[in-house]
């Protein structure tokens, strides 16, 4: 039964900055677009990378 005197705090601490962490997410809009983001997962990166340059000799 005395372990809960530890217990109990630590929990409490644990929770605390999960909710701290979630709060972060929020304001720094990490929820901001997720059919975006569910969307953008299926198609290739082709257009974010330049295109091989061939070695001619």
């Not at 999960?18 to 901001?32: I, S, Y």
């Amino acid at each position: 039964m005395d372990i809960l005197i530890y217990l109990i705090p630590a929990s409490l601490l644990l929770g605390g900055i999960g909710l701290a962490a979630f709060f972060w997410a929020l304001k720094d809009r990490q929820f901001e677009d997720p059919l975006g983001d569910a969307n953008r997962i299926l198609k290739p990166d082709w257009e974010d990378h330049p295109a091989p340059q061939s070695k001619s000799a």
